[in-house]
């Protein structure tokens, strides 16, 4: 299932703006052909240290869904307004979760990388880079079984109704007041938090 193919579609499309649930933070373990392919021979070729055991086999960097649209997104040089929504609300992005919840999924690649001593054959940002370039060079027809087992219907009438109508929602929203305004907790001294007590310590 090429769940790049989302993307891409819409990148050829000409498409500006793509919903994503939760800001695009759910991490979701893929792995690239190459190297499930190679974690299969070394299964192969180390079989006494794989005999009778079971093992997740995964690109060893897990990307969020974020971070697979920007790489489709820079290795096809086109800008996408990546519009975040909650995820019960994100039903365009639902082919893109591949699951029907925004946990994570995260698998434990530690016995195939100590037993086997797999590692990735390709790094995942260069995958999905790879695999956007090649998608958008040997397209999917519309309706062919790639779409079809993902299940994106790329009704953009459809998705642009609900981002134009979760912009009116986010405008419409009034400010609410707090007689104290929350924060970020003592501790944190970052980006939009409390200023330093002096500008250096001991």
Same mark, same amino acid.
């Given at each position: 299932?090429?769940? /790049?193919?989302?993307?891409?579609? &819409? ?8 919903? $994503? *649930? ?11 052909? @190459? ?8 299964? $192969? ?19 969020? $869904? ?27 992005? &639902? ?7 925004? +946990?994570? &999924?995260?698998? !434990?690649? +530690?016995?195939?990388? +100590? ?7 390709? #790094? ?6 790879? +695999? ?9 027809? *519309?309706?062919?079984? /790639?779409?079809?087992?993902?299940? !994106? ?5 459809? /998705? ?7 912009? &009116? ?10 007689? @104290? /305004? ?8 970052? #980006? ?11």
């Amino acid at each position: 299932m090429p769940r /790049e193919w989302s993307i891409v579609r &819409r990148v050829l499309d000409g498409r500006t703006r793509l919903v $994503i *649930p939760d800001d695009g933070l759910t991490l979701h373990h893929h792995g690239y052909t @190459v190297n499930l392919a190679h974690a299969v021979l070394l299964g $192969i070729d180390r079989a006494d240290d794989a005999c009778g055991r079971v093992f997740n086999a995964g690109d060893e960097e897990v990307l969020t $869904i974020r971070q697979v649209v920007e790489l489709v997104c820079a290795a096809l040089g086109h800008e996408l307004d990546l519009v975040s929504m909650p995820w019960d609300l994100a039903v365009p992005a &639902r082919p893109l979760l591949t699951q029907p919840s925004p +946990t994570h &999924r995260v698998l !434990d690649l +530690t016995r195939l990388k +100590t037993l086997l001593g797999y590692r990735d054959v390709v #790094p995942a940002r260069q995958a999905v880079a790879d +695999t956007a370039r090649w998608l958008a060079a040997h397209p999917v027809a *519309p309706g062919d079984t /790639e779409e079809r087992v993902l299940t !994106d219907p790329f009704d953009y009438v459809a /998705e642009d109704a609900l981002l134009d109508a979760w912009q &009116r929602a986010r405008e419409g929203l009034a400010p609410v007041p707090f007689a @104290v /305004e929350p924060g970020y907790g003592l501790a944190y001294s970052g #980006p939009g938090g409390r200023p330093r007590s002096r500008p250096t310590f001991a």
